[in-house]
């Protein structure tokens, strides 16, 4: 049995080496996985998972709902984004849609790829702007191409800063050593796929810093990803948060974190975003260190946020 799921292994690569050299045969195989029905009887999705063991950057332009998006075959967000059409986190995107209206502004902290900054340009629509966050130079170029290929210049401004909690200063950002993930990438050296010796130097931007030169009066949706590094983020922007400029935040972290603590300090709730069971999570309910996206929003906003998505009792 051992050797008959090897032996399909190895001819699922093979397929998937040959078919990314035939640009009509990729498109198909984009065409299959896009049925639920060929994903789960003809097992397509095989295919396109093989793509993540090839050896160099294959670089695609995603087709999604109202815009285009560079992605990297050999990475998980680009296989879904691609093959799939969908987001990793579908849940979390679709709140992000939900709350975010024609003209109002984002910040994008940790935008990798920009599975998030264009899903929340294409809602803020042309009156509306998005800053996106990226210090990965090779993810920035990225980013740059996919502005490009939509003609978003005029809704999108990149920024290559790390954000922090003090503005202008080198500090190291380990890079990832997952191939399958270059988003693993953080001021805070953890886990196994980051290591000492492998580090750019970035500048630093602390968001007070940033939205007072632009000017930025009120951030609708500031959405943070930076790995493990929230709370360098939140400490440069406590005059946006002490003022509650900042209506909604996404977040990436651990219950009972200290970025979480000073949320709640000026005055923000917050839920887990269940992905599962589609629905919000109350902190209360949690066991510390439950880790994934988070919902933070302005005491005010509480009740608008129940009404529109489930919570757990």
Not at 66 to 71: D, E, F, I, K, S
Not at 99 to 115: H, R, Y
Request: charged letters at 20%.
């Amino acid at each position: 049995m051992r050797e008959r799921y090897t032996l399909k292994r190895r001819l699922v690569k093979v397929v998937a080496r040959t078919i990314r050299r035939w640009p009509w045969a990729e498109h198909w195989l984009v065409r299959l996985c896009h049925s639920a029905w060929a994903r789960q009887f003809l097992k397509v999705g095989a295919i396109a998972y093989a793509y993540l063991s090839l050896e160099t950057p294959e670089l695609r332009l995603a087709k999604l709902q109202g815009y285009r998006l560079w992605v990297n075959l050999v990475e998980y967000q680009g296989i879904f984004l691609y093959f799939f059409g969908c987001s990793l986190e579908p849940f979390t995107s679709e709140i992000a849609t939900r709350l975010v209206k024609p003209g109002q502004t984002c910040i994008d902290l940790g935008a990798n790829i920009g599975s998030y900054t264009f899903l929340l340009a294409q809602q803020v629509g042309p009156t509306g702007q998005v800053y996106a966050f990226e210090p990965q130079p090779n993810l920035y170029e990225l980013l740059q191409r996919s502005v490009a290929a939509n003609h978003w210049g005029d809704r999108i401004q990149l920024e290559p800063y790390a954000v922090s909690a003090q503005s202008h200063q080198r500090l190291r950002l380990y890079t990832s050593g997952d191939s399958g993930n270059s988003g693993i990438t953080s001021m805070v050296r953890y886990g196994e796929f980051l290591s000492r010796d492998r580090f750019i130097e970035p500048e630093t931007m602390a968001l007070d810093d940033y939205c007072y030169q632009q000017p930025i009066s009120d951030c609708h949706l500031l959405k943070i990803d930076i790995e493990g590094a929230e709370l360098l983020a939140l400490q440069g922007a406590q005059t946006l948060l002490a003022k509650q400029r900042v209506h909604h935040l996404l977040i990436e972290q651990a219950a009972g974190s200290s970025a979480q603590q000073l949320l709640l300090d000026w005055g923000y709730q917050g839920w887990f975003i269940d992905e599962t069971q589609r629905q919000l999570q109350p902190l209360e309910h949690l066991e510390p260190g439950c880790f994934g996206n988070y919902l933070f929003v302005r005491a005010q906003d509480q009740q608008a946020i129940a009404q529109q998505f489930t919570i757990a009792p």
